[in-house]
């Protein structure tokens, strides 16, 4: 067992390897240090540099600058066996932190608000493990630190790249830090995870004029209003019951003045869903819906519509292999939670288009404030 500081939950940790629990101050260190020194998707220079110098001190093989920032380290076992392949994203947001601990954000208006941080320093533990205890397995494992998960995007550039290649990667396991989880529970479950990733934005076009005087004008605003009404109805009666879906509006701006009719309004949102078969079904209605209302009010629309990211959909076999080790390790009263699904997304979905994959959240049995 631990001690209580690292574990005020007075969780069993004893099914964890010794020489992992000696790794858990050191782990908090990296990922606190990390926390203070936040960077953006692929300007992520002094978090590369802090891992690549942990790994060359670990004589741990690895690539650097990768789609710009990435780094992929690999550690063989010297036994012929399997290449798994462990991701962790490196950036982080363009948020002001505001919480008042010692190892705050020191750059402004970046913060780790997603937990790449610990995505960061589970991923630099597991390497240094690894590397002590090559002989515990077989094969090779590649730790993938990828650079932009939070737009634009930076797996597909590392696949791009050939991080799954020389030696061919047979399966791969991403983790993600999760506070809608009790603490000290893992969430791992097989097919749909996390959610396609699209984006559309729309500007009405009417015509402007006196408030005074709505008969010489094509209110934009009001067709605007129309429009997000209307785009409510996709989920409610284009998508079967049974499937999950979102149709967001997340912006809607028009108007210079309270006494004039706007002749131009501009919306944008986001979608989501788990089903890859409605990628085509809810963008045909979204342009269906802004056409015909604005036919029917003569007014005309301009819409741009782009994919992020695919759906996360998670191997089954490879998904039973993470939980049935969360198992051994994790006896919590909630322990492992099966139905973790998030419409959130993730570019880590590019990885499981290419290979077996289990993505997992988990929350480590540790203070919450690491």
Request: aromatic share 6%.
């Amino acid at each position: 067992m631990v001690s209580t500081s690292l574990n005020p939950l007075n969780i069993d940790l004893s099914h964890i390897r010794p020489e992992i629990q000696a790794l858990q101050l050191q782990l908090i260190q990296w990922r606190r240090r990390l926390h203070q020194k936040p960077e953006l998707g692929f300007k992520e220079q002094i978090t590369s540099e802090f891992i690549a110098q942990q790994l060359q001190e670990w004589g741990i093989e690895h690539q650097k600058g990768i789609a710009q920032t990435g780094i992929v380290a690999t550690i063989s076992s010297g036994k012929p066996g399997r290449v798994l392949a462990i991701r962790a994203d490196m950036d982080a947001l363009p948020i002001q932190e505001e919480n008042d601990v010692s190892y705050r954000s020191q750059h402004d208006g970046v913060m780790h608000a997603c937990g790449h941080d610990g995505h960061t320093a589970i991923a630099l533990a597991t390497a240094y493990y690894l590397s002590q205890h090559s002989d515990t397995f077989a094969g090779t494992v590649k730790i993938i630190f990828q650079p932009a998960e939070e737009g634009p995007g930076g797996a597909q550039p590392m696949i791009e790249a050939g991080v799954l290649k020389n030696p061919d990667v047979d399966a791969i396991i991403g983790l993600h830090l999760w506070n809608n989880l009790p603490l000290g529970t893992v969430g791992v479950r097989s097919g749909s995870l996390m959610a396609a990733v699209e984006c559309w934005r729309c500007t009405i076009l009417g015509k402007g004029g006196h408030g005074a005087m709505p008969h010489q004008t094509v209110d934009s605003v009001v067709v605007a209003a129309q429009v997000v009404n209307a785009l409510q109805t996709i989920v409610a009666r284009n998508v079967d019951p049974l499937e999950s879906a979102v149709v967001t509006v997340g912006e809607l701006h028009a108007g210079t003045a309270l006494n004039i009719i706007a002749d131009t309004a501009r919306l944008s949102g986001t979608v989501r869903y788990f089903n890859p078969a409605l990628s085509e079904v809810i963008p045909q209605r979204i342009e269906q819906i802004i056409a015909g209302i604005c036919q029917s009010f003569g007014a005309s629309y301009d819409l741009e519509y782009w994919r992020l990211y695919p759906p996360v959909i998670n191997n089954a076999d490879i998904a039973e292999l993470v939980r049935s080790v969360a198992v051994g390790v994790i006896e919590t009263p909630v322990g492992i939670v099966p139905e973790c699904q998030t419409m959130g997304g993730e570019d880590m979905s590019f990885f499981c288009k290419k290979c077996q994959v289990a993505i997992s959240f988990w929350v480590l049995p540790t203070q919450p404030k690491i």
